[in-house]
């Protein structure tokens, strides 16, 4: 199929245990994947071993549990949600729903790259709205007026990651609303809302409020990064009961696992453990944001677990350099930003060591 034989495949972060292999050495530190290396609340991983003993059992195909756990604490209605294999499952389930050869999809420059990948798979077309200059008041960010303005008939998808990742960056409430306004009514905005725990401590906004007025928004969510539960693979999606339907229909029956379903519901039910993290983590930014800047670096503005820093035209060399010395950041010259390296904010420690080669790489 042309559609497949075109896409690029998604470049995930190096892992660990791969670059130990093939330098012979222990300690990596993977900086890479802007997981939570804190991981998940210990009531999770205890309901997950617990959910191991009835493993020969099909998992709850509807997620029930799972549902009635997040319908109260989200206060949205069971109807309303969809459970993935992650968020990164629910957007192909959409692009699968809503797009063909005659429909196209729009998307930010520096837009998270699966938005790409989906899109292309169904062999829609990808309309991609130039991001913000590094000058604006949200370098490197979506430009959500353009994009909302980029929005034509045979659009049925809009992808706002916010935050976004690989930036960083994200929407003010207003402009966000706005483009969700915008939209008419043959057109599902779809907001990504992975670092939204993030997010929110820096002035980033949920939508969940815009959606009794919004039939034709989305929400996607996610217990990878915050919550700490990357392996697991669950995410979920927030819509109206039509889309929810739609989604549900095309989804694989068994999608999410039972130790997954397990370890998402008691990690929602432990939310001090999600803030502890999510507040460390933003202190280690700050913290590392500002001895980047020390080493006149420059990062996009985060509301995330990493930051987009700009290393110049020594960026792929200080990559390799730092996989030798064992640490994994993420390249994303495949985005269109050759001269930025994305690290994610690890342990104070790892934090720590990835400045003081970065110092020495740099000066
Ligand atoms: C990490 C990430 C996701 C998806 O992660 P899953 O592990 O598939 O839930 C979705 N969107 C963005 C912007 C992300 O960074």
Not at 266 to 283: F, G, I, N, P
Not at 322 to 344: C, D, F, K, T, W
């Amino acid at each position: 199929m042309a559609a497949v034989r075109g896409l690029a495949p998604y470049v995930p972060g190096k892992p660990a245990a791969e670059l130990e292999r093939e330098l012979g050495i222990s300690g990596v530190a993977k900086l890479a994947s802007n997981e939570n290396p804190y991981g998940p609340s210990p009531r999770a991983l205890a309901a997950m071993r617990a959910a191991l003993e009835q493993i020969w059992l099909y998992p709850d195909g509807a997620s029930h549990d799972l549902k009635q756990q997040l319908a109260r604490h989200l206060g949205v209605g069971v109807a309303q949600l969809t459970v993935g294999n992650g968020s990164n499952d629910l957007l192909v389930l959409l692009a699968e729903a809503f797009l063909s050869p005659a429909h196209n999809a729009v998307f930010s420059q520096y837009g998270f790259a699966i938005y790409r990948i989906v899109t292309q798979a169904t062999g829609a077309r990808c309309i991609e709205v130039p991001a913000l200059d590094r000058g604006s008041g949200m370098p490197l960010g979506h430009d959500l007026a353009a994009m909302a303005d980029s929005i034509g008939a045979d659009t049925r998808l809009v992808f706002v990651a916010n935050p976004n990742n690989p930036t960083g960056t994200w929407g003010s409430p207003a402009s966000v609303k706005r483009l969700i306004e915008r939209a008419p009514a043959s057109t599902l905005v779809v907001l990504d809302e992975a670092y939204v725990e993030y997010g929110r401590e820096r002035g980033s906004q949920d939508g969940i409020a815009w959606l009794p007025e919004h039939p034709n928004l989305v929400i996607l969510r996610t217990f990878s990064k915050a919550y700490g539960l990357a392996g697991a693979r669950v995410g979920y999606a927030i819509s109206h009961p039509e889309v929810a339907e739609a989604l549900n229909r095309l989804r694989p029956a068994f999608n999410v696992n039972s130790v997954a379903q397990a370890g998402a519901v008691a990690a929602l039910e432990d939310q001090a453990h999600m803030r502890r993290t999510v507040s460390v983590t933003l202190q280690e930014l700050t913290r590392v944001e500002a001895a980047l800047g020390a080493l006149r670096l420059w990062c996009a503005p985060s509301a995330c677990n990493f930051l987009l820093v700009h290393i110049g035209s020594q960026a792929e060399r200080v990559y390799e350099r730092l996989l030798r010395v064992g640490l994994i950041v993420r390249p994303v010259a495949g985005y269109g930003l050759p001269e930025y390296l994305r690290v994610s904010i690890g342990l104070p420690q790892e934090n720590d060591r990835l400045l003081r080669e970065l110092a020495a790489l740099v000066k």
